[in-house]
Every structure is written in C-alpha cells, then in structure tokens.
C-alpha cells in the first residue's frame, strides 16, 4: 500500500496537525514545526511533545516529516546569515527528536553573489556543523529545488557534491520534489524521459538516498524554473505524468507528500484520491 499523505497546520498546537492529518486521510504527513517565515520560535513543551507522539502512536501515520523555515539560507556568504542559518538549523533537528520525527526536510539556498562552487562549499560545512551539534539520528533531506537564479540544489549533481562533501551517509538523504526537478528540466511525463531523469538521479545522488517524495503538480512548463505548486494532475505534468512517477519503484515505496493547493476545485483530500487513483487503488 502507497503512503500518502499532505502538508498539514500547527496552527493552535503541534499536536493538532495529527488530528488534521488523520481527518484528511494520510498514512503520512508533513508540518512545519513553527512559523516558517520568520526567525523566532517557541520552546516545545514536554506536555505537547508528549500528546505528539501520543496521538502520532495511535493514528499509525508514519513517518511524521518535518520542513525547515524559509527565511535560513545554507549557501548564503554572509557570515551573520550563515550562523543564524547553521543555528535554526541544529534547533530544528533537535525539534524532531522532541517529537520524535525522523526526517527533516530542507532547501539548499542561494549563494547570491558568490560562485556556486562557493555556495556549495558553504551548504556543506554549514551541515556538517549543525549534525555536530544536534547529535541524533534525525535524517536531514536535501531537496530538489527548481534551480532559480543563484540557487544550489538545481541539478542532481549539485545535491551529489554536497553530500559527497558532507560525508555521513547515514544522517544526510533526498527529498524528490517533482514540481521543482520537473521545472529545473528534468522530463517526467513520458516513460524514457522519467527513466532517463531517474538514471541520472541515480548516477549522481544514488536512488537509495530518496527517503521522502515531494508530490507536487507544476503551474510552470519544464524547465521554466518557476515554483508554482500546482493539484495532481492538473497541471504541467498531467494525470499521465503523474501515474508513470507513481509506478517508478524510487517512488512508489517513499512516503508521498503534497504540497498542492486548497481551492475551489480541489483540497487535500481531493489530491490524496487523485495519487491513490493514479497510483493504481491498491
Ligand atoms: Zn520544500
Ligand atoms: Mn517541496
Ligand atoms: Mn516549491
């Protein structure tokens, strides 16, 4: 049976986004475990941490996902950027371990005006120097990003180095966002170009690294670098895209996230049937 789940609310607690989660019908979820667009955050209670994971245990949803904020930059050559980022960063990999979360999504950042290499070079050390401080078994992912002006993450090969530089396998994975390959180039909407795209993550990454999908249509045609999150098979990709990705076995087995819209024609319950339709009812 394929994991499914959506990106759900904080909003009134933590533990609440269980309550959204199972309501909408996940058999996976991912939060944010504070405001993501800003700096500050609140401690996590004992209590609060502990009615997580209790609701958590009885749902049977796993694994719970966590996303980085926004606002910190790893590539950034801003020396006070990069503390605070390598900061928010430890903090929120010791959040998962308070709540019991295995897995902690984040972007790669912009290097702005330094060189790509330079950013790369920053990404890494600024890993290596928040899994040092936050010892724990949290998996860290580094997404796919839609590879916009200055970015780092927008080609596999990008994503291959850092880990390469990071060296420490067993706490650094893949996030696969299909939106943001998708408009960074990679073809996913025919059978030889979502193999040739899924060779080429497994050349440079390794398949194996993928432990979270980001499910998400695309508003913007490939290539276009455009990240505009569009519901399943309404968008770019299709329907036809989205059932060759949901047979791909890279993808098929990882739990499934979507980061799709909620508007008139469609919710999170609406996308969930579309990828347990698409993906074969099983
Ligand atoms: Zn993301
Ligand atoms: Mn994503
Ligand atoms: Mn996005």
Redesign the pocket.
């Known amino acids: 049976m394929i994991r499914v789940g959506a990106h759900v609310s904080i909003a009134g607690s933590i533990d609440l986004a269980v309550d959204r989660a199972e309501e909408i019908g996940c058999n996976t979820f991912q939060i944010f475990s504070r405001n993501p667009r800003g700096w500050r955050f609140k401690e996590i209670s004992e209590e609060v941490a502990e009615e997580f994971k209790r609701k958590l245990q009885r749902s049977g949803m796993n694994p719970p996902v966590d ?2 904020p926004y606002l910190p930059n790893l590539a950034t050559p801003k020396d006070d950027v990069y503390k605070k980022s390598v900061e928010a960063l430890a903090v929120e990999l010791d959040r998962c371990e308070i709540l019991g979360i295995p897995y902690l ?3 790669l950042g912009s290097h702005l005006d330094a060189s790509k290499e330079e950013g790369i070079k920053r990404t890494a050390e600024a890993i290596v120097e928040a899994l040092l401080s936050s010892e724990n078994e949290i998996v860290l992912l580094l ?1 796919t ?1 839609s590879n916009s002006k200055n970015s780092v993450g927008g080609s596999f090969e990008d994503l291959a180095e850092i880990m390469r530089r990071v060296d420490w396998d067993d706490r650094v994975g893949a ?1 696969f ?1 299909t939106c ?1 390959a998708f408009v960074a180039g990679y073809e996913l909407r025919s059978e030889e170009g979502l193999e040739e795209t899924m060779a080429e993550f497994d050349g440079t990454v390794g398949l194996d690294r993928i432990k979270v999908v ?1 499910l998400n249509d695309s508003k913007g045609p490939i290539g276009s670098k455009l990240d505009r999150h569009e519901h399943i098979g309404l968008g770019e990709i299709g329907e036809e895209g989205f059932s060759l990705i949901l047979h791909h076995p890279a993808i098929r087995t990882r739990p499934l996230i979507l ?1 799709t819209p909620s508007d008139e024609r469609r919710g999170d319950r609406g996308n969930i049937a579309k990828v347990r339709e698409l993906a074969g009812g099983d």
Do not use: N, Q
Request: aromatic share 0%.
């Open positions: 996303h980085m999504v984040t972007h997404e990003t996030c966002d943001h980001h980061e």
